[in-house]
Protein backbone atom coordinates (compact mmCIF):
# COMPACT_ATOMS: atom_id res chain seq x y z
CA UNK A 1 0.00 0.00 0.00
CA UNK A 2 0.80 3.52 -0.06
CA UNK A 3 1.79 4.24 -3.60
CA UNK A 4 2.27 7.24 -5.52
CA UNK A 5 2.44 7.98 -8.73
CA UNK A 6 3.59 10.80 -10.66
CA UNK A 7 2.82 11.98 -14.58
CA UNK A 8 4.91 11.98 -16.53
CA UNK A 9 8.34 10.38 -15.72
CA UNK A 10 10.35 12.66 -17.92
CA UNK A 11 9.65 15.41 -20.21
CA UNK A 12 11.95 17.79 -22.15
CA UNK A 13 10.27 20.89 -23.53
CA UNK A 14 11.03 24.25 -25.45
CA UNK A 15 11.80 27.80 -23.51
CA UNK A 16 8.74 29.71 -22.76
CA UNK A 17 6.01 26.31 -22.35
CA UNK A 18 4.23 25.00 -19.55
CA UNK A 19 4.63 21.89 -18.25
CA UNK A 20 1.91 20.35 -15.72
CA UNK A 21 3.18 17.61 -13.53
CA UNK A 22 0.64 15.49 -11.69
CA UNK A 23 1.05 13.54 -8.09
CA UNK A 24 -1.62 10.86 -7.05
CA UNK A 25 -1.92 9.27 -4.46
CA UNK A 26 -3.27 5.70 -5.48
CA UNK A 27 -4.21 3.64 -2.30
CA UNK A 28 -4.29 6.16 -0.24
CA UNK A 29 -5.83 9.74 0.64
CA UNK A 30 -4.08 12.64 0.92
CA UNK A 31 -4.79 15.79 2.53
CA UNK A 32 -1.50 17.35 2.23
CA UNK A 33 1.00 16.88 -0.74
CA UNK A 34 4.68 18.55 -1.05
CA UNK A 35 6.63 19.40 -4.45
CA UNK A 36 9.97 19.22 -3.81
CA UNK A 37 12.77 20.03 -6.59
CA UNK A 38 16.40 18.29 -6.57
CA UNK A 39 19.29 19.46 -8.47
CA UNK A 40 21.90 17.21 -9.14
CA UNK A 41 24.36 16.08 -6.58
CA UNK A 42 21.84 18.45 -4.12
CA UNK A 43 19.55 17.66 -1.04
CA UNK A 44 15.45 17.94 -1.75
CA UNK A 45 14.18 21.59 -1.64
CA UNK A 46 10.75 21.60 -0.28
CA UNK A 47 8.24 24.31 -3.06
CA UNK A 48 5.42 24.15 -1.61
CA UNK A 49 2.74 22.95 0.67
CA UNK A 50 -0.35 21.49 -1.00
CA UNK A 51 -3.38 21.33 0.62
CA UNK A 52 -6.48 20.05 -0.86
CA UNK A 53 -9.63 22.61 -1.30
CA UNK A 54 -7.48 25.42 -0.44
CA UNK A 55 -4.25 27.41 -1.74
CA UNK A 56 -1.04 25.87 -1.61
CA UNK A 57 1.52 27.23 0.65
CA UNK A 58 5.05 28.33 -0.81
CA UNK A 59 8.12 28.39 0.64
CA UNK A 60 10.75 31.17 0.49
CA UNK A 61 11.98 32.55 -2.99
CA UNK A 62 9.77 30.01 -4.63
CA UNK A 63 7.48 31.90 -7.62
CA UNK A 64 4.10 31.26 -6.87
CA UNK A 65 3.00 32.59 -10.44
CA UNK A 66 5.60 30.57 -11.71
CA UNK A 67 4.93 27.51 -10.04
CA UNK A 68 1.10 27.11 -10.23
CA UNK A 69 0.08 24.08 -7.73
CA UNK A 70 -3.60 22.90 -7.78
CA UNK A 71 -4.77 20.21 -5.51
CA UNK A 72 -8.14 19.44 -6.19
CA UNK A 73 -8.56 16.44 -5.13
CA UNK A 74 -7.90 14.04 -1.61
CA UNK A 75 -5.88 11.73 -4.03
CA UNK A 76 -4.51 14.34 -6.75
CA UNK A 77 -2.19 17.72 -6.97
CA UNK A 78 -0.72 19.05 -10.03
CA UNK A 79 2.31 21.19 -10.33
CA UNK A 80 2.83 23.79 -13.40
CA UNK A 81 5.93 24.96 -14.58
CA UNK A 82 4.63 28.30 -16.60
CA UNK A 83 6.73 29.85 -19.19
CA UNK A 84 9.82 27.08 -18.36
CA UNK A 85 13.34 28.24 -18.74
CA UNK A 86 16.48 25.85 -18.53
CA UNK A 87 17.12 26.70 -15.41
CA UNK A 88 13.75 25.26 -14.09
CA UNK A 89 15.10 21.79 -15.39
CA UNK A 90 15.53 19.42 -12.54
CA UNK A 91 14.21 16.77 -10.74
CA UNK A 92 11.12 17.25 -9.30
CA UNK A 93 9.03 14.71 -6.65
CA UNK A 94 6.03 15.03 -4.87
CA UNK A 95 5.45 13.41 -1.87
CA UNK A 96 1.92 12.40 -0.31
CA UNK A 97 1.23 12.36 3.77
CA UNK A 98 -0.62 9.31 4.24
CA UNK A 99 -2.12 10.61 7.68
CA UNK A 100 -4.06 6.85 7.77
CA UNK A 101 -1.10 4.73 9.26
CA UNK A 102 -0.85 6.91 12.32
CA UNK A 103 2.71 7.37 12.36
CA UNK A 104 1.98 10.77 9.89
CA UNK A 105 4.42 9.03 7.13
CA UNK A 106 5.32 10.48 3.74
CA UNK A 107 5.27 8.28 0.76
CA UNK A 108 7.05 10.00 -2.20
CA UNK A 109 6.35 9.76 -6.28
CA UNK A 110 8.95 8.37 -8.10
CA UNK A 111 9.62 11.91 -9.52
CA UNK A 112 9.63 13.90 -12.77
CA UNK A 113 12.69 14.59 -14.68
CA UNK A 114 12.31 18.00 -16.59
CA UNK A 115 14.84 19.04 -18.80
CA UNK A 116 13.92 23.08 -20.74
CA UNK A 117 15.82 23.18 -23.81
CA UNK B 1 24.84 27.30 8.85
CA UNK B 2 22.13 25.20 7.10
CA UNK B 3 19.96 23.36 8.76
CA UNK B 4 20.63 19.61 8.63
CA UNK B 5 24.07 18.84 7.36
CA UNK B 6 25.78 15.71 6.49
CA UNK B 7 29.32 14.57 5.04
CA UNK B 8 28.40 13.71 1.46
CA UNK B 9 30.88 11.21 0.89
CA UNK B 10 31.35 9.29 -0.81
CA UNK B 11 32.24 6.24 2.16
CA UNK B 12 33.36 3.31 0.07
CA UNK B 13 33.60 0.40 2.21
CA UNK B 14 33.90 -3.07 1.50
CA UNK B 15 31.30 -5.48 2.19
CA UNK B 16 30.80 -6.85 5.61
CA UNK B 17 31.28 -3.77 6.93
CA UNK B 18 30.07 -1.62 9.58
CA UNK B 19 29.66 2.28 8.73
CA UNK B 20 28.35 4.63 10.45
CA UNK B 21 26.67 8.12 9.58
CA UNK B 22 26.32 11.28 11.32
CA UNK B 23 23.82 14.17 10.35
CA UNK B 24 23.78 17.48 12.92
CA UNK B 25 20.67 19.76 12.68
CA UNK B 26 20.64 23.45 13.69
CA UNK B 27 16.85 23.91 15.21
CA UNK B 28 17.60 22.35 18.85
CA UNK B 29 13.20 22.56 18.71
CA UNK B 30 13.15 19.87 16.02
CA UNK B 31 10.87 17.09 17.06
CA UNK B 32 10.98 14.18 14.20
CA UNK B 33 14.12 12.32 12.55
CA UNK B 34 14.66 10.39 10.04
CA UNK B 35 16.55 8.49 7.49
CA UNK B 36 15.70 8.06 4.01
CA UNK B 37 17.48 6.02 0.98
CA UNK B 38 17.95 7.35 -2.44
CA UNK B 39 19.06 5.65 -5.52
CA UNK B 40 20.75 7.06 -8.66
CA UNK B 41 18.16 8.88 -10.12
CA UNK B 42 14.91 7.52 -7.85
CA UNK B 43 12.72 8.80 -5.36
CA UNK B 44 13.50 8.55 -1.72
CA UNK B 45 12.15 5.87 0.20
CA UNK B 46 11.75 5.85 3.97
CA UNK B 47 14.71 3.76 5.73
CA UNK B 48 13.63 4.06 9.26
CA UNK B 49 12.15 6.53 11.89
CA UNK B 50 15.09 7.86 14.63
CA UNK B 51 13.28 7.50 18.12
CA UNK B 52 14.66 9.30 21.36
CA UNK B 53 15.57 6.27 22.79
CA UNK B 54 17.41 4.68 20.02
CA UNK B 55 16.10 2.19 17.61
CA UNK B 56 17.25 -0.97 15.30
CA UNK B 57 16.01 -2.42 12.58
CA UNK B 58 17.62 -5.37 11.33
CA UNK B 59 21.24 -4.31 10.35
CA UNK B 60 20.40 -0.62 10.86
CA UNK B 61 20.36 1.58 13.62
CA UNK B 62 19.35 4.69 14.67
CA UNK B 63 20.24 7.32 17.09
CA UNK B 64 19.39 10.49 18.54
CA UNK B 65 21.55 12.98 20.48
CA UNK B 66 19.95 15.59 21.79
CA UNK B 67 22.65 17.46 23.70
CA UNK B 68 24.76 17.68 20.29
CA UNK B 69 21.90 18.08 17.76
CA UNK B 70 22.52 14.53 15.66
CA UNK B 71 21.25 11.89 14.60
CA UNK B 72 23.39 8.91 13.00
CA UNK B 73 23.00 5.67 11.24
CA UNK B 74 24.73 2.31 11.46
CA UNK B 75 25.18 -0.14 9.11
CA UNK B 76 26.35 -3.44 10.08
CA UNK B 77 27.46 -6.63 7.47
CA UNK B 78 26.71 -4.12 4.45
CA UNK B 79 25.60 -5.48 1.47
CA UNK B 80 26.25 -4.38 -2.27
CA UNK B 81 22.43 -3.25 -2.41
CA UNK B 82 23.06 -0.90 0.45
CA UNK B 83 25.10 0.93 -2.18
CA UNK B 84 23.00 4.43 -2.26
CA UNK B 85 22.69 7.99 -0.85
CA UNK B 86 21.50 7.98 2.60
CA UNK B 87 19.58 11.39 3.33
CA UNK B 88 18.55 12.73 7.12
CA UNK B 89 15.44 14.33 7.29
CA UNK B 90 14.53 16.76 10.36
CA UNK B 91 11.11 17.27 11.11
CA UNK B 92 9.58 15.59 7.73
CA UNK B 93 10.48 18.20 5.75
CA UNK B 94 14.06 19.47 5.86
CA UNK B 95 16.04 17.59 4.05
CA UNK B 96 20.16 16.34 4.23
CA UNK B 97 22.12 16.48 0.91
CA UNK B 98 22.63 12.89 1.76
CA UNK B 99 25.78 10.82 1.88
CA UNK B 100 26.67 8.35 -1.05
CA UNK B 101 27.40 5.36 0.52
CA UNK B 102 29.44 2.32 -1.89
CA UNK B 103 29.36 -0.78 -1.04
CA UNK B 104 32.20 -2.96 -2.69
CA UNK B 105 32.88 -6.51 -3.10
Known sequence: ?117 | RKEVEQDPGPFNVPEGATVAFNCTYSNSASQSFFWYRQDCRKEPKLLMSVYSSGNEDGRFTAQLNRASQYISLLIRDSKLSDSATYLCVVNKLVFGAGTILRVKS
Not at chain 1, 46 to 61: C, D, H, P, R, V
Not at chain 1, 77 to 88: F, R, W
Not at chain 1, 96 to 103: M, P
Request: net charge neutral; proline share 3%; glycine share 6%.
Open chain 1, 1 to 117: GAVVSQHPSWVICKSGTSVKIECRSLDFQATTMFWYRQFPKQSLMLMATSNEGSKATYEQGVEKDKFLINHASLTLSTLTVTSAHPEDSSFYICSANHAGTGRNEQYFGPGTRLTVT
